[in-house]
Structure formats: structure tokens, C-alpha cells
């Protein structure tokens, strides 16, 4: 049962892992096409995010994000500051609720969520360069609990981006 979903847990699952096998957003979409399922690449990425599915380290690229506000699709985006990263993740440390980390900050509970979700993958990508020698593993920020591959959500929270394992 997917309550309302575009795709179903299975299908997820399948996009998280075709994500770590190295395929693109592009070729993800083409890869459900076929099975007669239409998503955006928007949803892919978004998704992939929220899963906590990493491209391979050989596949990333450089982020091409401006530092300075522009326009997309005839929206003002506003990209995330320094400041703003640290206000945000001191804010989200306290324990506070997404919506008023996002009404202090002056920004939408999904980019406020979006911003969360890639902090936590740049950590990720670090602990991995780091050369530990260990994978990356998330960590809830509700439960505190180390997801392992049998969990999918380790909490309740459906918006938990540590709900998988990072590392590929």
C-alpha cells in the first residue's frame, strides 16, 4: 500500500539501488518509462536524496550550485548561506520541529528539509573520504538509531533522510 505515493516501496528500493549502482536521474527515469511508471527527474533526484542513495564516489561531480540568488522556472531561488547552514543545523541539534526551524529562518519546510538532507549527505561524503575504512551509516536525528539494510524507515517520522544506509 503506497497511501497516496507516486511509487511504491518496491519501487523505491529498486531507484535507490539502481542510484548506487552509478546510473543517472536520466537513465533512472528512462529505466520506469519502460515499466510504464512516468516520474521527473525532479522526483528522482529528491528522492534518491531522501533515501539517502549516493552515487559511487567516481560518478559525483562538483556541485554547479551560485552562491547568489536566481531565477528557475520564473521562481527566485535563494541559494543556502554558510551562516544559514550553521543556524540551521544548531537549530535542528536543539530538537526543534522542521516548521519552526523554517518559519525562524525565512524559508519552506521543504527546503529547509531539502537543505537537511544534503548536509547530511556532504557529512557523509567526508566521514567516507576520510578513509575510515568503515561505510558511512546514517544516524536518525529522531531515534538515533544506525540504519542498517533491513530498515527502510529505522522511526516513525516519514520525512527521516537517515532512513538507509549512505555508503555504497
Known sequence: ?????????????????????????????????????TVSRGLIEWQCLRLGADLPPERRRPSAQLNRPYERNGRLVRPFTPAEDRQLLALEAEGRPLNAIARQIGRGNNSVRGRLMILARREAR????????????????????????????????SCCPFARRLAA
Open 1 to 37: 500500500m503506497n497511501h497516496g505515493r507516486l511509487l511504491t516501496e518496491q519501487q523505491l528500493d529498486e531507484m535507490a539501488e539502481l542510484r548506487e549502482l552509478g546510473r543517472t536521474a536520466g537513465s533512472i527515469q528512462r529505466h520506469f518509462e519502460r515499466q510504464g511508471v
Open 126 to 157: 567526508a566521514e567516507e573520504a576520510d578513509g575510515r575504512g568503515e561505510p558511512a551509516v546514517a544516524m536518525c536525528g529522531k531515534c538515533e538509531r544506525a540504519a542498517c539494510d533491513q530498515v527502510i524507515g529505522c522511526c516513525s517520522d
